[in-house]
């Protein structure tokens, strides 16, 4: 598969290790981060892009928590007031693909009000999402073979559609 060529190598697997580690899917983690040194990204970026995602998934399942606890409590929600980093192109890739790639909402709108305040293009920001889309189907994909290798029948991605039979 072939992606617009206004990412650089090193950004497409920048996205494509946030990717892997915030899908939890071991097989393309060992992939792209052999592919990230190919790349020349040093030791010490690659562990800061680990921290990076590490941060971002631990604000999205805090803005679920918050969310979820004001609908228990009667819809009294005090907003947290999340400050998510965003001081450089890594940062904003991995907080689009991270937040794209765990499904929030509230992250993924903050991020892509950083993306036009940085003059990121459209096309740069659809390629973005491309990738992170691809990279979460493989990563489905591993999960869906290791069910169907233990002789279980995976109904999931046959209902009506969507891929996880939610009708929201």
């Keep these: 598969m072939t992606f617009g060529t206004i990412l650089t ?3 497409k697997e920048i996205i494509n290790l946030g990717t892997s580690l915030a899908a939890g899917c071991q097989p393309c983690l060992k992939y792209h981060l052999r592919k990230c040194k190919g790349t020349g990204l040093s030791e010490k970026e690659i562990i800061e892009i680990i921290n990076l995602t590490e941060e971002i998934c631990t604000r999205a399942i805090e ?3 918050l969310r979820a ?9 005090k907003e947290a007031g999340f400050h998510v980093r965003c001081n450089s192109r890594e940062e904003l890739l991995l907080g689009l693909t991270v937040s794209y790639t765990l499904s929030n909402t509230y992250l993924t709108d903050r991020f892509l009000e950083y993306a036009k305040q940085s003059d990121m293009s459209d096309s740069e920001i659809s390629s ?5 889309n691809f990279i979460c189907g493989k990563a489905r994909a591993h999960v869906d073979i290791l069910i169907e290798e233990r002789g279980i029948e995976n109904h999931d991605t046959k209902k ?3 891929s ?5």
Excluded: F, P, T, W
């Design 69 to 77: 606890l004001a609908h228990v409590n009667n819809g009294q929600y």
């Design 63 to 65: 803005v679920m928590k």
């Design 164 to 168: 996880c039979g939610c009708s929201c």
């Design 160 to 162: 009506d559609g969507n």
């Design 128 to 132: 973005i999402m491309e990738i992170s």
């Design 9 to 11: 190598e090193r950004d």
